[in-house]
């Protein structure tokens, strides 16, 4: 099982122009702004990163980034942990007014990388600007490489009480082979996790596809109940739909109290 290839985040080809800056910015801005007090060393971070990304000499090798992740050594609040799966625009500004809660993004790793792109040269020792591999590859590709392996860590880490948003717009919702599906959810621990609680949300105008009593979400709530796993889940909650009322009030569903 591995996780689909949803394509770049953004409609660019190579390495994200300047990603040795980004990186090393969006560091030094965490750890002074975001979270200060943290003491990372982001020239080493960045170097352990450069030197796993470039030192490979071929594509179909997956890119290890364990230097990197044992050079950036952090715990977080585990029982606040949010996942999400195709709901990526509406989770943080869910996270932007539900601020107990922590995505990947809001660790180091995951703030420093969020939509940026990167590969290197199959026999030169730089980033390769022009042209990365095609998704198709995805399991090999280092971009993917380093969400599976940061998503693995997160996963591993959370405990108590830990929620997960998926969009009831789509079909599959939770599906085997996304992240959450084929590498988060196997990487939950139910001694340390004590509920899951589902949060299915659709678009405001539909279409309404899945919900907690249809379609995917139930196969998920089956594997918890058989994994030992405590669970709740909720359709079309409130703030989440308040959220996109903001962002779209001229929509007939949010006309109500008008
Ligand atoms: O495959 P997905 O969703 O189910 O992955 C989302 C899942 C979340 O719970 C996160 O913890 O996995 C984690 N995660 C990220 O935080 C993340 N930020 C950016 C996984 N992938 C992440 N990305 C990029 O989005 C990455 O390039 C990957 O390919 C997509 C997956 O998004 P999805 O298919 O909506």
Redesign the pocket.
């Known amino acids: 099982m591995f996780?689909?290839c949803?394509g770049p985040?953004s409609a660019q080809l190579g390495t994200t122009p300047n990603i040795k800056h980004i990186v090393v910015g969006r560091c030094y801005n965490y750890i002074t702004v975001v979270n200060p007090g943290l003491r990372f060393d982001c020239e080493d971070i960045w170097r352990q990163f450069e030197e796993s990304v470039v030192r490979q000499s071929s594509f179909n090798v997956t890119v290890d980034y364990h230097r990197m992740f044992y050079a950036t050594p952090q715990t977080w609040p585990c029982d606040r942990c949010l996942?999400?799966?195709?709901t990526?625009r509406l989770v943080h500004s869910y996270t932007a007014v539900e601020r107990h809660f922590w995505?990947?993004?809001d660790t180091l790793v995951?703030y420093m990388f969020?939509d940026l792109v990167w590969c290197g040269q199959e026999e030169d020792s730089g980033f390769d600007f022009s042209s990365c591999p095609a998704w198709a590859a995805c399991r090999h590709h280092p971009?993917?490489s380093l969400?599976r392996q940061a998503?693995q860590n997160?996963a591993e880490m959370a405990c108590g009480n830990i929620t997960v948003l998926l969009n009831g717009s789509i079909s599959n919702a939770f599906n085997r082979k996304?992240?959450?599906?084929s590498v988060?959810l196997d990487g939950l621990d139910p001694r340390r996790v004590d509920y899951v609680n589902i949060k299915v949300v659709t678009d405001l105008e539909g279409p309404f596809i899945e919900s907690c009593s249809q379609g995917s979400v139930v196969d998920l709530i089956q594997i918890l109940r058989s994994r030992g796993f405590r669970w709740t889940c909720t359709d079309n909650d409130e703030t989440l739909m308040i959220l996109q009322c903001i962002q779209n009030p001229k929509q007939s569903s949010c006309q109500k109290c008008a």
């Open positions: 996780p689909l949803p985040p996942f999400w799966s195709k990526k995505t990947l993004e995951g969020n971009v993917y969400w998503s997160f996304s992240m959450f599906g988060e």
